[in-house]
């Protein structure tokens, strides 16, 4: 129904990243659902995916590596499928516009400024990676330049000539991974211009994105992801609820404004110190973070006999633990709403639910389209008899 699907992409073999290249966008969705459909199915109805009016350019972090072609021509794309050998990607149709034409100049400047690409294999050279995220709310840009020594020759008229092409970047950060590893950050990093992070908004909040920080890549669908997920916890201003694997804070931060109380808990010590920012800037005073891992803080909690009205728990692909989702049942809440982006474990995490919980309401949603990746969030309730 009005939904482009005739685009394809000239690179897809080479990149890889794309493996529904070849698939039309209805197709797509017909297949996520049939995915969650068959994993799922003994749990309940399968509601129908909420998928793109517009599948393309949806990605709001780009990611390009450097390399050189044997002649000295710079290229910059990604990994050639399942090697080190960087292929050029001129353009990309998942990709946001914007910061592939800011990653295209860098490399078009390099030239000129005498900056070469880094060679894993020498390790001689300089730019590694490039990586830009744009708030597609506020239009906030940053650029993190990934570098293999913390000197970039002529710093100040490179940004100057990078700003003055791109006017829409906010901040460009210098990171530098001296290391022989298939991380793309490296620890070190210095503000080459403006104030370090972006600040993105999201469902009337406001949060802040460094270089660092989980966010999700298409806001588009977080939106309705988050929507629906709050709208399954049924607040009602009364309840104590738990944020488990918060990342920055935002379903919690989010759902707080519905809430008399909200804990997040999050491993990733960066992304607690933005939640708290995130807080703070949001005039949020009834959300706590907690700095742990979800499955000993439950434990924990389980054991000191709290209680929770409702818990989010949005664990990364690994999924979640036997040990959380037994702390979750002894606690006891009224409503769990589960957000997952593989449908394998939260399959089998469903399963350490029953039969004490019942699945309410599955709702998939295609967060990534033209990847086989697929979001699902569900909703849990007491099953009267247990
Ligand atoms: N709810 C957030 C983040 C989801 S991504 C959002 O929507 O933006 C999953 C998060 O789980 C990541 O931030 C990751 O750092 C965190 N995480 C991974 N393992 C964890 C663990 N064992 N305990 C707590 N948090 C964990």
């Excluded at 914007?98 to 000129?112: F, N, Q, V, W, Y």
């Excluded at 270089?211 to 977080?222: E, G, I, R, W």
Aim: glycine content about 8%.
């Amino acid at each position: 129904m009005g939904r482009e699907s005739g685009q394809t992409c000239p690179y897809s073999k080479a990149c890889g990243g794309c493996s529904y290249q070849n698939v039309s966008y209805e197709e797509q969705l017909s297949k996520k659902q049939a995915w969650v459909e068959k994993l799922l199915k003994g749990y309940g109805k399968v509601e129908p995916i909420v998928g793109m009016a517009y599948p393309y350019h949806y990605r709001n972090k780009v990611h390009a590596v450097f390399g050189q072609k044997k002649g000295g021509e710079i290229i910059c794309g990604t990994y050639e499928a399942g090697s080190h050998r960087v292929v050029d990607i001129p353009e990309c149709l998942i990709e946001d516009k914007i910061s592939t034409a800011i990653i295209r100049d860098i490399k078009d400047l390099m030239r000129s400024f005498k900056i070469k690409p880094y060679n894993e294999d020498t390790g001689y050279g300089l730019l590694r990676h490039v990586l830009v995220r744009r708030g597609f709310a506020t239009g906030e840009v940053i650029v993190v330049l990934v570098l293999g020594d913390p000197i970039l020759p002529s710093k100040n008229n490179f940004v100057k000539a990078l700003t003055k092409l791109h006017p829409e970047i906010t901040t460009i950060i210098l990171n530098v991974n001296d290391k022989s590893t298939s991380m793309v950050l490296g620890e070190q990093e210095k503000v080459l211009y403006g104030k370090g992070f972006i600040v993105d908004e999201l469902l009337g909040c406001r949060f802040r994105i460094s270089a660092k920080s989980f966010y999700q890549v298409n806001p588009l669908q977080t939106k309705h992801l988050y929507r629906k997920a709050i709208s399954l916890a049924g607040l009602t201003g009364k309840e104590r609820v738990l944020d488990a694997y918060c990342g920055t804070g935002t379903i919690g931060l989010i759902a707080a404004a519905d809430a008399k109380e909200v804990i997040g808990v999050e491993l990733n010590r960066d992304a607690v110190r933005d939640a708290i920012t995130n807080a703070k800037q949001n005039g949020i005073t009834k959300e706590q973070f907690i700095c742990a891992d979800a499955t000993e803080y439950m434990i924990e909690a389980a054991g000191r006999g709290e209680h929770f009205d409702v818990v989010f728990m949005d664990p990364p692909r690994a999924g979640s633990t036997k040990e959380f989702v037994n702390g979750v049942k002894q606690l006891a809440p009224e409503r769990v709403v589960y957000i997952s982006c593989n449908p394998e474990t939260l399959a089998r995490d469903l399963k350490w639910f029953a039969p004490t919980y019942r699945v309410e309401e599955i709702q998939p949603f295609d967060m990534f389209p033209f990847t086989e990746h697929c979001e699902t969030c569900c909703s849990l309730v007491p099953t009267e008899s247990g």
